[in-house]
Each structure stands twice: as structure tokens, then as C-alpha cells.
């Protein structure tokens, strides 16, 4: 099975989730209330190694396990980046969670948050049915 | 032992940090894969209910790695939670413990407040404005914006890309209105 790699690579990352504590609902109202550094230390030092990373891989061609070359596609801009931005951040600080950090909040043992989860998928769907209608 | 004691204490903004950047590189590596995690609910969608929506017709089993990585957090949280928990309380700024006091939040054993994050308050006004309306915030606001923290955020700002930076920008506005505004006009009322 390939995909065991990346179950194994989800794994890794929801152990950092918890261990980051970046999943804590409380660690968001911090961030929100600019009473601790903490998220903005971590999301700063995700976002300096991530970049360090990509200008490694491009610069030394460095290629898949398979051996295929890595590509990144650029992300285009649409005014859901706006609206849509504007939405999530709100339901991010009321949950304490973005989609990542549902999973883990479930895996942790809140199973209440499967609800949220659900609701998420909902939002998503009427997106889907929506969109057409919506300024892109 | 020493090594399981000293990874059960919460991890340092850098270590976390650094760690959370590497998955960027490593789902590269694996398979040419962009880091995101909000597509998981889309597929979800395709596979569950596509419901003839041009927008959940697409092969999404090409992209199932994406579910996979979704589920392997949900068990990596679940190993970091039962073992690797140090079981001291959240440590939480006092300024905002103060603040949270006045919501009626007291409870710092978790990482989440059992005030709101527990079954009893599923069908109230609390769990109604923070599981549902929330969560749908959360899958509505992601894929219209074509990512999330993950991939916009995280993958995007890493790959130097302007809408992700708007993107992120925006995030965090919703957020400071949320917490600052609503969250506590949201208590306020509920009291």
C-alpha cells in the first residue's frame, strides 16, 4: 500500500499537533488576545523552514523517493482569499481549531469535536453547491 | 525513560515550529505531494455525497494520500494525548486567564476547556455557536479560500506566494474579530 507513507507522515505530524499545543483552544485565544508568543514562534519558524526547504530542493534538484523531479504549482488569486479568508479566521478562534487540528483534537479524546468535523464537511459541500454564485 | 519524561513536557515553540516546517519537505519528497490538509473535507464530499456538484466531480481517489495523512493525525494525536502527556495544566497567560475567568472558563487540566469541548453543551446555545456554526466556518471559509493555515499559511508563504500571504492576512483579521469582538459578546449573551 503507498499510501501507508503518508498515514505514517500523519502520524508524525499529529503527534507535533498536540506537543505544539497549537491544537489548544486556549493557545488560540492567546494568540488572538497578543498575550503570548508562542504560536506566532511557532507558525514564524514553520514558515522560515518550509521556505529554507524549498529553496534547498530547487536549488539542489532534489527529487522524489521515486525520482521524480518535485513541482509546486503557484496559487492563484481569487477574492476567496478575502471572503473566505475572513470566514475561516472567524471559526478558527471560536473553535480552537483549523482543519488539521480537528483530527487531532478528536484523536486526543474530545469526540465532541466529531461534530464540528461533520459541520466542517457540511460547509464544504454547500461551498461546492454555491459556488457559482459566490465572487471569485 | 529520562527520553520519555523529557518528551511528555510541551514542546518549545522552536522544536514545534521546526518540526511542523519539515512536513513541508518531507510530503515533497514522499510522493510530490503539496502540503493541506482542508482538501481532506472536499474529498470527503466527492466521496460521500457528490451529489452531481460539478465542484465534487473529480477522481478523488487519486488524491486519497490526503485522507490517509488526515487519519494518521487523528492517531498520532491519539498516542500523543494517551502517552505523551506530562498531565500538568496548560500554562495560559495570566491576562487571558482573566479574561477567560469572565467567561466562566476555569477548567486548565486539558488542552481544551471541558466548559465548552464536552457532550453536555452539544445541544445548547454553546455548542451550537462552537461545534456547528464553527465548524462550518471552518469548511465553508477553507475551500472558498483555497486552503487553509496548512496550505496557505504554511506551504503557500514557504513557496513565496502572494494570495497565500493575502490569504493568511485575512485569517488572522477573522480571528482577531472573532476573539476580540464576538467571542466575548457571544459569552456575554450566553451569561
Sequence with gaps: MKNVKYLLAGVFFGIVLVKAQVISWFRIQEMFQLTSFHMYGVIGTAVVTGIISLQLIKRFHIKTLSGDPIVVAPKKFSKGQIYGGLIFGLGWAITGACPGPLFAQIGMGFSVVAVTLVSAIAGTWVYGAIQAKLPQ | ?191
Excluded at chain 2, 510530490?32 to 481532506?40: E, T
Excluded at chain 2, 498516542?79 to 498531565?87: C, F, K
Excluded at chain 2, 487553509?148 to 493568511?168: K, Y
Aim: with cysteine.
Design chain 2, 1 to 191: 525513560m529520562q527520553l520519555l519524561k523529557f518528551i511528555q513536557q510541551p514542546w518549545h515553540w522552536s522544536v514545534s515550529g521546526l518540526l511542523i516546517g519539515l512536513t513541508v519537505p518531507v510530503l515533497l519528497i514522499l510522493g510530490n505531494k503539496v502540503f493541506g490538509i482542508s482538501s481532506s473535507l472536499r474529498h470527503i464530499c466527492a466521496a460521500c455525497f457528490p451529489a452531481n456538484i460539478t465542484f465534487f466531480k473529480y477522481d478523488w481517489k487519486k488524491e486519497s494520500w490526503n485522507l490517509f495523512f488526515a487519519a494518521g493525525i487523528l492517531l498520532g494525536a491519539f498516542i500523543a494525548g494517551h502517552y505523551l502527556q506530562d498531565g500538568q495544566d496548560t500554562q495560559v497567560a495570566a491576562a487571558t486567564r482573566e479574561r477567560l475567568a469572565s467567561y466562566g472558563i476555569h477548567d486548565y487540566r486539558a488542552l481544551l476547556p471541558p466548559e465548552i469541548f464536552s457532550w453536555q453543551q452539544l445541544f445548547t446555545w454553546k455548542g451550537l455557536i462552537f461545534f456547528v456554526i464553527g465548524g462550518f466556518m471552518i469548511g465553508f471559509g477553507t475551500r472558498y479560500a483555497g486552503g487553509c493555515t496548512s496550505g496557505h499559511s504554511i506551504m503557500g508563504l514557504s513557496n513565496l506566494q502572494w494570495p497565500s500571504l493575502v490569504a493568511t492576512v485575512c485569517f488572522m483579521a477573522g480571528g482577531f474579530a472573532s476573539a476580540n469582538l464576538f467571542i466575548p459578546l457571544i459569552f456575554k449573551w450566553l451569561h
